[in-house]
């Protein structure tokens, strides 16, 4: 767990870590939501 | 260079089927790069000795904030392109970098100021760089609201291109603020043409990080600008095939 | 070059007959300028170290508030498709709408500040200073308000879209702008400052009237 911890700075590290991963899960699943939802409208329209 | 390639790929079918085979690709590799580099940003390299720990934030906040500007770039020539040619396909990669964009600026202005806050004392000054990322920031969000408040697509397209392509001038006030004046911002580590301020153990996980976010870019404009064009597209015969 | 000064005519009778709306931003910048003193502790430090944020504050506002109506009417009552349609070059029928708007909304601004930077404090040569700054920077925001009024000109309460679009493009003009002023009260260099402006100015009267056209032709089809 040593690696684990950032001294002093340990909230600002981390904190900064899951901002930036989570904008990037972010707008990576809002891209494909907006997939989706046109698909799946395609082929309801399609049948 | 063969324009005709170039051209191939304007057309929607050939654009769809080209980004969609493409991004599993871009996806994983970027992936991969991101955690590597994480763990090399992480862990392995070794602490700075005026900033202890808290250095590492650049290993988040470099990389956003160089693909907020890449990302701007890349909207603003779509636009120019969608503009001078008329392209459905450079307007819908257009309109996909935009949320991604504005993602980005803000997490390199929160990542900056929670890099800032225990370094400098200070979360937040009206330097020029800070100043200009936040316009950054505004440009994005004129740009998505602008489009989204004009019901007909063509007109839509066109006007928030003119925002885009009119914001472009704030991409080198970003650049070069720090060059230009005194700022809190610390200046570039990474030049094109001097060797680097920064030394080696620490330098590879950040170019790493820098290029697996640039990967993970094109994978989500490919998602988003895809699905984009099938919006756009979705009366016509190619789209039936699918 | 006659078909201009004629439209240059046509807005000024068009703005003697709505004059109330010239007015009400002259009204809102001079308030808003006279408030900060009157509601803050005036001393005379005080005054001098936040009249250049507030000058620019004040323009920026009052504009914001006027711009509404610098398209709106004509595009309801067909006026700019009529421009379009004319042989003369709609670039610069842009431009004389535009300097038009500038003439009567702006310059009695511009007078206006320097009685108001007297109250500020401001003595001699600053209040040429703040009237030089406050001329050059609303020449540029107007081109930048003609240009956002165009693009969202079928939009309904596109107040808010306007500030969205418009802080982004004008912020720099008004942080020089500030700066200037201060400058001079400090007595240090302010031809850096001024230098930008210019430049801004000169930027946005020659893409202005062309991206404000590109930005009309656009909303009208």
């Not at chain 1, 690696?3 to 990037?24: H, K």
């Not at chain 3, 946005?204 to 404000?212: E, K, V």
């Amino acid at each position: 767990m040593i690696i684990f911890d950032m001294g002093e700075y340990n909230l600002y590290v981390w904190s900064s870590v899951f901002i930036s991963l989570l904008a990037l899960f972010l707008a990576y699943y809002d891209a494909v939501s907006k997939h989706k939802d046109i698909t799946r409208k395609i082929e309801n329209r399609d049948q | 260079m063969n324009l005709k390639a170039i051209y191939k790929y304007g057309s929607p079918p050939n654009f769809y089927r080209f980004v969609t085979k493409v991004e599993p690709w871009c996806l994983y590799f970027g992936l991969l790069l991101i955690l590597i580099g994480s763990a090399g940003g992480l862990f392995m390299a070794p602490e700075d000795y005026q900033m202890g720990d808290a250095f590492r934030i650049i290993y988040f906040h470099v990389p956003s904030a160089y693909l907020s500007m890449s990302a701007y770039a890349t909207m603003g020539f779509a636009s120019i392109i969608g503009i001078v040619w008329r392209s459905n396909v450079a307007f819908s990669v257009a309109k996909s970098v935009a949320p991604f964009g504005a993602l980005m600026t803000a997490t390199a202005l929160v990542t900056g100021m929670l890099w800032g806050k225990p370094m400098w004392g200070t979360a937040w000054v009206w330097d020029a760089r800070l100043t200009s990322e936040f316009i950054l920031l505004l440009l994005y969000l004129g740009y998505i609201t602008l489009h989204a408040s004009i019901k007909e697509q063509k007109r839509a397209d066109r006007a928030a291109s003119l925002v885009a392509i009119l914001g472009i001038i704030n991409l080198p006030i970003i650049h070069y603020s720090v060059v230009w004046w005194n700022t809190l911002h610390q200046a570039s580590t990474i030049s094109k043409l001097d060797s680097p301020s920064i030394v080696g153990e620490m330098l590879w996980p950040l170019l790493v990080m820098i290029f697996g976010y640039m990967f993970f870019f094109v994978a989500v404009i490919c998602r988003a600008s895809s699905a984009e064009v099938l919006v756009r597209e979705k009366r016509s015969n190619w789209v039936k095939e699918i | 070059m006659a078909a201009y000064f004629q439209l240059f005519f046509r807005e000024t009778k068009v703005a003697i007959k709505r004059w109330t709306d010239v007015l009400t931003g002259i009204i809102l910048f001079f308030l808003i300028a006279i408030l900060f003193p009157l509601i803050s502790d005036s001393n005379k430090d005080f005054l001098l170290s936040i009249v250049g944020p507030i000058m620019m504050f004040s323009a920026f506002f009052a504009s914001l508030l006027s711009m509404q109506n610098m398209f709106k009417p004509d595009f309801q009552n067909g006026t700019i498709e009529q421009l379009m349609l004319s042989k003369k070059s709609f670039v610069g029928l842009v431009f004389t709408k535009t300097f038009s708007f500038w003439v009567f909304t702006s310059l009695p601004l511009i007078v206006v500040s320097g009685f108001i930077a007297s109250i500020y404090f401001v003595t001699g040569k600053d209040i040429l200073i703040v009237q030089l700054t406050m001329f050059l920077s609303t020449l540029t925001m107007v081109n930048i308000n003609a240009f956002t009024a165009a693009i969202t000109l079928g939009i309904r309460y596109p107040g808010a879209l306007m500030t969205l679009i418009i802080t982004p493009i004008t912020l720099p003009i008004l942080i020089f702008g500030s700066k200037a002023i201060e400058n001079s009260i400090l007595g240090l260099d302010i031809s850096g400052p001024l230098y930008f402006l210019t430049g801004m100015m000169m930027l946005s009267l020659f893409i202005g009237p062309w991206i404000t056209a590109s930005a009309l032709k656009i909303s009208m089809d």
